[in-house]
C-alpha cells in the first residue's frame, strides 16, 4: 500500500518533468524564431523548474521505507546487515547505521534495503571491535523509532527519518554474529582507518583530555567526547563552526598550498599540473578526516571553484555554490534537510553577496585596519545569513560572536597548520605548543562566554516565523542593492508582519495557564505554569541531564523565566498552587498526590479531585479507590514498576477514565 501511493505521488510530478522537458526543447529549437532571448528570466526559471521536478523524482526513489523490498515490509527471522558509517562509543553504548542486505524467515533467503540504527553495550575501557563495511547476522526484533513524548523534546525520530532510518535495534553482544564479509566502500574504510591512526597518535601526545578532543575535532573531524562546559563555551560565542571540519577548515589549507604553487602559474602545463596537484592534496585531506559530509562539501565546491577559475580566470561564485549543491543532492537528496548542509550553504552565501558590499561601506589606508574591517565584515555576513536558522534550531543567538570569532582566527589558522605538520612530518616536538594552544583557545571562549548578556537564549520561532524572517531579509537585501523603494516598502511590512507574530507570542506567554505532566524514563516530573513561572513537582534538579533534555526546552518554548523545583513530599503555598496532606490545587483544578502513605488507610467522605497521581507504588487499587474518590484523571508516574502500572492500565478499562502514564512504552 505504501508503494502505491508513492507512485501515486510520483505521478503527476513526473507528469510536470516531462512536460518541462518537452517545452525546454520546443523552446530551444525555436529560440530565434520567438526571441526567446528578450525572456531569459523566464526561461531560467523553467529550467529550475525542471530541475526542481527532477529533483523531487530523486527524493522520492531516494526514499528507501517506500520501497518494498524495505526490511520493515517482510517477515523476516533474521537480517543480514553491512555497517554504513563509523561506530560511535557513546558512554557504555556503541551505536551505527547498518544498511539491511538480506532478510532471512527460516532458510528462505530474500533480498532487502532500507538502514536500521544498531546500539549495544559496549565498555569504554575495552569497547566492541567493529569496522566500517562489516557484515553481521542479527535478529529480526527491530523497533519504530519512538516519537518525542514532551514539548519541544528534540525529535530524535524526525532527525533519523532525514537519513532514511526509521528504525532501530538493541542487541546483546551475543545476537551480533560476524558473517565474515565486508561489502563497505574501499576508499571510505581506507579513510576512516587512516583517521583512527591519527587519532592514536593525537592521544598519545596531548595530555590534556579537553584538547584532545578539540584537536581530533577541528583538524580530523572526529567527534570525540568534549566536556559540557567546552561545548558551552563554543556554542555561548557562536564559533561552534570551529568544531566542524567545514569550508573554513579546507579553505586555510586552499589559501596555503594555493600561495606555496604560486609560481606554476607562470606555464599553462604548470598551471594545469598545480590544479592537478591541488585536487590531490585537498581531496587527500578529506580522505585523512574519513570523508565526513561537512569536508565532501567543501571538497566538492573548493574543486569546482578551482577548475573553473583555471579555465576562465574568474569564477562564478554563485554558480559554483550552485552547482556544488546540486553534485551533493543528486548522490544524497537528504541532504537538503541536513542542519549542516543549510548552515554551510547559508554562510557560503552571505560570504559570496554579503561581505564585499559590507566590505566597500568603509575604507581604510591602514592595511591592518583593512584586514580587521575585512574580518569583521566577513564574521557579520556569515552570522546574519545563518541567523534564522540558527535561531530556529539551537534556540539562542551569540551577542559577542564579532568579538570570539575574530579571537580565534589566528588560534585556528594556526592550530590547522600546526595539527597538520604532526601528522604528515611527525614533528613530535611542537605537540607541547599545539596543545597549550588549544588549551589558550579553549580558556579564551569560555572566559568570553562568561561575559554578562553573552547569549540571548529562549528564541523559539515557528515555521512561519522563520520564513517570514528569510523573507524579510531576502526582501531587505534586494531593496537595498537595487534603491527600489517599493522592496524596501515589502521587507518593513513583512518585518512588521513578523513582529506582530512575535507581540502575540508573548501575549500569548504571559496570559498562559498550563499543566505538563512529562514522561521520564525514570523519574517524575509535573510542571504549573503561570504565566512566566513554572513550579515543578519532581525529584530533578535544572542542572540535572534529564532535566535539560526532557523539561528545559518545553520551559524554554513557553518563555518561563522562573522556575521553581519541589519534591513529592515538600509542602508549596502561593497565589496559583498549595500543596498540603496529599492534595494540590491549582487555580481551580485539584489532584490527590496518591503514594505509599495511602496504604492499609480509608479515604472518608468522597473527595472530589480532577486527578490522581499515582506515585511510589501504593497498595491501593484503582478500582477500590474509585469509590472513595470522584475523580477524571489518573496520572501513574515513572516511580511504578512496569507491572505495577500494567495493573492500573487494565483496572482503568473497566470504568471510563483518562488514563496518562508518565513513562515511555506505555499508552
Keep these: ?73 517482510q517477515q523476516a527471522d ?17 551505536r551505527f547505521k547498518a544498511k539491511v542486505l538480506a532478510s532471512y524467515t527460516g532458510h528462505h533467503k530474500q533480498r532487502a534495503s532500507g538502514y536500521l540504527l544498531v546500539a549495544l553495550p559496549s565498555d569504554s575501557a575495552q569497547p566492541a571491535r567493529l569496522h566500517y563495511g562489516e557484515n553481521y547476522y542479527i535478529p529480526a526484533h527491530y523497533k519504530g523509532i519512538a516519537p518525542p513524548y514532551n514539548p519541544a523534546e528534540f525529535d530524535f525520530r524526525s532527525w533519523l527519518a532525514m537519513q532514511n532510518i526509521r528504525h532501530q535495534i538493541f542487541l546483546r553482544p551475543a545476537e551480533l554474529i560476524t558473517a565474515n564479509a565486508a ?26 583530555d579537553n584538547a584532545f578532543a578539540v584537536a581530533c575535532t577541528l583538524i580530523l573531524g572526529y567527534r570525540a567526547d568534549l566536556s559540557a562546559e567546552t561545548l558551552t563555551a563554543y556554542s555561548k560565542t557562536g564559533t561552534i563552526h570551529a568544531l566542524s571540519v567545514s569550508g573554513m577548515h579546507v579553505g586555510i589549507i586552499y589559501l596555503v598550498l594555493n600561495w606555496a604553487l604560486s609560481w606554476m602559474d607562470r606555464k599553462v602545463w604548470l598551471k594545469w599540473s598545480k590544479v592537478l596537484l591541488l585536487f590531490i592534496l585537498i581531496w587527500g585531506y578529506a580522505v585523512l578526516t574519513g570523508c565526513s559530509a561537512s569536508v565532501l562539501r567543501s571538497a566538492i ?61 568603509l575604507s581604510f589606508q591602514s592595511f591592518w585596519l583593512r584586514k580587521l574591517w575585512s574580518l569583521i565584515c566577513l564574521s557579520i555576513a556569515a552570522q546574519l545569513l545563518t541567523f534564522p536558522l540558527s535561531s530556529y534550531y539551537f534556540h539562542q543567538f551569540p551577542v559577542y560572536f564579532m568579538v570570539s570569532n575574530l579571537f580565534i582566527v589566528l588560534p585556528v589558522t594556526l592550530l590547522m597548520y600546526i595539527g597538520m605538520l604532526l601528522l604528515l612530518f611527525r ?20 572566559k568570553i562566554a562568561a561575559l554578562p548578556y553573552s547569549n540571548i537564549n529562549m528564541i523559539w520561532f515557528t515555521k512561519t516565523e522563520l520564513i517570514l524572517l528569510c523573507l524579510f531579509l531576502l526582501l531587505l537585501c534586494i531593496a537595498l542593492q537595487q534603491k527600489n523603494k517599493y522592496y524596501l516598502l515589502l521587507s518593513v511590512l513583512v518585518s512588521a508582519y513578523f513582529q506582530a507574530l512575535l507581540v502575540k507570542d508573548e501575549l500569548d506567554a504571559a496570559r498562559q495557564q498550563k499543566i505538563i505532566p512529562f514522561i521520564l524514563n525514570k523519574n517524575y516530573a509535573v510542571a504549573f505554569i503561570s504565566s512566566d513561572q513554572a513550579i515543578l513537582v519532581t525529584d530533578l534538579q535544572p542542572g540535572d541531564q534529564a ?10 518554548q513557553l518563555k518561563i523565566r522562573e522556575t521553581t523545583c519541589l519534591k513529592w513530599k515538600e509542602n508549596c503555598t502561593t497565589k496559583n498552587l498549595q500543596i498540603r496532606d496529599h492534595q494540590l490545587v491549582f487555580r ?19 473527595p472530589v ?31 511504578n514498576r512496569n507491572y505495577t502500572i500494567q495493573g492500573y492500565q487494565k483496572d482503568t478499562t473497566k470504568f471510563s477514565k483518562s488514563t496518562l502514564v508518565l513513562k515511555p512504552g506505555f499508552r
Design 1 to 73: 500500500m505504501q508503494a502505491a501511493e508513492n507512485t501515486k505521488l510520483n505521478l503527476p510530478i513526473l507528469i510536470l518533468a516531462i512536460f518541462v522537458f518537452i517545452l525546454s526543447l520546443i523552446i530551444n529549437s525555436l529560440y530565434r524564431l520567438l526571441k526567446v532571448y528578450n525572456y531569459k528570466r523566464l526561461l531560467a526559471i523553467l529550467i529550475n523548474l525542471l530541475f526542481f521536478s527532477l529533483g523531487l523524482l530523486c527524493y522520492s526513489n531516494a526514499n528507501l521505507f517506500e520501497n518494498p523490498n524495505n526490511f520493515s515490509n
Design 78 to 94: 533474521f537480517l543480514k546487515i553491512s555497517i554504513a558509517d563509523e561506530p560511535q562509543q557513546q558512554g557504555s553504548v556503541l
Design 183 to 208: 561489502t563497505g566502500i574501499a576508499l571510505i574504510s581506507f579513510a576512516l582507518e587512516l583517521r583512527k591512526r591519527q587519532v592514536e597518535l593525537y592521544r598519545n601526545l596531548i595530555k590534556d
Design 301 to 361: 565546491m573548493l574543486s569546482i571553484f578551482i577548475l573553473s577559475r583555471s579555465v576562465q580566470n574568474q569564477a562564478n561564485s554563485y554558480q559554483v555554490l550552485y552547482f556544488s549543491a546540486f553534485c551533493l543532492l543528486v548522490y544524497n537528496p537528504f541532504f537538503l534537510w541536513d542542519v549542516g548542509f543549510q548552515l554551510s550553504y547559508s554562510a557560503v552565501l552571505g560570504l559570496i553577496y554579503l561581505q564585499p558590499k559590507l566590505e566597500r561601506l
Design 427 to 446: 614533528l613530535y616536538w611542537i605537540a607541547p605548543l599545539f596543545e597549550w594552544l588549544i588549551i589558550f583557545m579553549n580558556r579564551g571562549l569560555e
Design 547 to 556: 532535566f535539560k533534555f526532557h523539561i528545559q526546552p518545553a520551559l524554554d
Design 588 to 606: 481551580n483544578f485539584r489532584v490527590l498526590l496518591l503514594d505509599s502513605a495511602f496504604n492499609n488507610q480509608s479515604i472518608k467522605g468522597k
Design 609 to 639: 479531585f480532577d486527578a490522581i497521581w499515582v506515585h511510589g507504588e501504593p497498595q491501593v487499587t484503582i478500582e477500590g479507590l474509585r469509590t472513595a474518590v470522584a475523580f477524571q484523571k489518573i496520572w501513574i508516574d515513572a516511580t
